[in-house]
């Protein structure tokens, strides 16, 4: 089965656990746009009264394109609900985000949401975390030289560019790192030390932050509960 279509199925699912007068955050990404797309059909149907926070301009620009009320974090004092994709989750239910350079404000918004539903297709469902390459959000000052330090540690960086060979810049104008590892074994231990870095800002290792993933597959939609 194709691949956007397991997203979509995961994606329209998931809004099944949206419910009336809720503050819901929005996610970025591919599987997201499904999401607002199957959203904005239910808020016109039901006459549903959201306020939603986006985790990019990307996301606000289409979810205001299609008449769902956007606010910014700093103006909700909670988030009820947020769903996100992701780009890999494991059997323990930690993930990597940040694929589409997202993860700063996804974090922001996860950590602020009393849940968190990720929708993803079946491949992204790994025994380990590791081989989608983990995103680090750093500051563009002195950023080769937290590079540098990522050589020596063993990290195979590699700065995330455009097609034109530009640096990819986040929507908070930082450049981001990919971490080429494979396997991740020690989740924790590497994110403790990742958020020591000076001249991070965030990574892309998203621990203990998921209560549900929508996952699409040929055999139909899975949910999987965390807690
Ligand atoms: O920065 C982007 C986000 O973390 C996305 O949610 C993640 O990369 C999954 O994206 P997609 O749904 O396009 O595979």
Redesign the pocket.
Known sequence: MDKNAM?KMAAERSVDYVEDNMILGL??????VYMVEALAKRVKAENLHLTCVCTSIRTAEQATSLGIPVKALNEVDHIDLTI????EVDDNFQGI???????LF?KLVATTSTRNIWIVDEEKVVDTIGRFPLPVEVIPFGSQQVFNKFVKEGLNPEFRTTEDGQRVLTDSKNEVIDLHLEKITHPHLLATWLSEQVGVVEH?LFLDLVNEVVVGSPEGVKILKAR
């Open positions: 997203k996610g970025t990404g591919s599987t997201v996100d994709g992701a780009d985000k940040g694929g589409g350079a997202a993860h996804e892309g």
